[in-house]
């Protein structure tokens, strides 16, 4: 214990949870206890993560003196290895890639490129990147959750498809050329006047900005490293730019990497988000370990039964949606058949970086692993690979080894069992 008493509070606290049993910690301790710790892992090692660097070993001041101590990661190596390949093989001008465990929060992998400058910081921490139809998610989950609109609800809307004018969607006429369109495939097929109509029609602007806060927009992610907070601005009154807003058609509101797999991470994990994280441990010189990462959970973002609402429109996107032409293969693998997939993309012009930006989040899942991705890539002037297909090969990669562990496991246990 004479070595720990060196150690700052945050770390102190933690090492006693694991090697103190006589007072165990409730769990709301313990998880603000690794908040704690994370925010002074995030002050020390957070500029090596912007340099897209992983340093195995830190110096933490203790007491003003500096001791080192060893860092393990939570990233998955062959997703890592997997990630930077694909980033280096299709050289979009600006990519990023960023895979989480959605049950626990843990990050798999993040990648970061840039075609014009290789040792450019992350762009997975950056928050500058239009959210554009990504934030149908949270419109959709809003919709759902507070005004207990089904998928199957149909609106009227007149105009395109993709465009967006306020002729159109502050129109309540219904004649001759008025279409109609069900939540579900507004959703999947990424409509932009049906969600304008849909906002106008169902949702409070003050609903609206009550859902992006809990989807945790204009607010700092609790996270072991820096990652620039999100920006959401809701109009006070229905309107156009309300529409703007709940369509996603808008270069104002942006996101990061990160928050973007945490939105999918949500659906797909009941409603509930957590935290990315990733330091899995870190270890004194007698590789004792003083810190241990875990699952650091938000409230309850929507129910249950509203996430599974929200699921089954994503996982429209992948059959029949913006993405279906990129997951049509392996969909009709039979031996992806048990794998659940859903996503959302998102196109709009940003400003910084300039460019084109072409965003997919998404999720997968057997049931028992579940899996969530924010993968995006900006361009200038053509484009080199779709964001929703780093995202399918991603996710190819992930369930090909676990779907082969549990085939190999199964084999085994039959010949246990004839002994």
Known sequence: MLKLLLLPVALLLSAFLFFNDSKPESKETLTETNLTDRK??????????????????????????????????????????????????????????????????????????????????????????????????????????????????????????????????????VNRWTRFISLKDAFAKSINTAFGRLAIENIEPKVLNSYAEKFMFNKELRTDFPVEISNAQIPADKGFELSQVASGYNRYNTMSPVHGAMIAATIVNEGRMNSPYIVDELTDSNKKIVYKGQTASNEQIISVESAAKVQ????????????????????????????????????????NPKGRTDWFVGYASDGDNKVAIAAITVNIQKWTVKSSALGEMMFRKHFKSVLEEKEITKIASIRKNRG
């Open 40 to 173: 002074q892992i995030s002050d020390s090692i957070g500029s090596a993560i912007k340099n897209n660097q992983w340093p195995t070993e830190k110096e933490f001041t203790l007491n003003s003196e500096k001791n080192k101590l060893n860092i393990n990661y939570t990233l998955d190596l062959s997703l890592q290895k997997e990630s930077d390949d694909l980033l280096k093989r299709y050289k979009p001008d600006y990519g990023a890639i960023f895979m989480i465990d959605a049950k626990t929060g843990r990050i798999l992998a993040m990648s970061s490129f840039q075609k014009s400058d290789p040792k450019a910081s992350n762009l997975n921490l950056r928050a500058t990147f239009p959210a554009a139809s990504v934030f149908k998610v949270i419109t959709a989950s809003a919709a759902i959750d507070h005004s207990g609109i089904n998928p199957d609800h149909k609106i009227a809307f007149n105009g395109g498809n993709y465009t967006l004018y306020k002729k159109n969607v502050l129109s309540e006429t």
């Open 312 to 351: 089954s429109m994503m996982e429209q996107t992948v059959l029949a949606g913006t993405s279906r032409k990129t997951f049509r293969k392996i969909m009709r693998e039979k031996k992806f058949r048990e794998v659940e997939m859903g996503g959302k993309t998102g196109h709009f012009s940003g400003e």
